[in-house]
């Protein structure tokens, strides 16, 4: 199993717009073949925006990040991000 972890960079003031996009790409990718789990957090009283993620292998993951879901989301927040998003990827060992 493997789990990712992307931690996301907001203009403050397209924090809501750039939140509303990633709760539908959330959405679309629980749907994805081997999501297990993928979660939206916000970081308390900043615009950064955390997604939390596990996939049935790393092959999968992949998959999902060079789909279209993915494409479509950066598409349409890619300007709003100040930051490129911080993408960690983990096994889990216990």
């Known amino acids: 199993m493997l789990h990712a972890m992307a931690i996301i960079r907001v203009q403050p003031e397209r924090l809501a717009s750039v939140a509303a996009e990633?709760?539908?790409?959330?959405?679309?990718?629980?749907?994805?073949?081997?999501?297990?789990r993928y979660e939206v957090f916000q970081r308390e009283g900043e615009a950064v925006l955390v997604t939390q993620e596990a996939w049935t292998h790393a092959a999968a993951e992949a998959a999902h990040m060079n789909g279209p879901n993915v494409a479509a989301a950066m598409a349409a927040v890619g300007a709003f991000l100040s930051a490129p998003p911080e993408?960690?990827?983990?096994?889990?060992l216990a």
Request: some cysteine; charged content about 30%.
């Open 22 to 36: 990633l709760a539908a790409l959330a959405v679309k990718s629980r749907e994805e073949p081997g999501c297990i």
């Open 87 to 92: 993408i960690h990827r983990y096994n889990k």
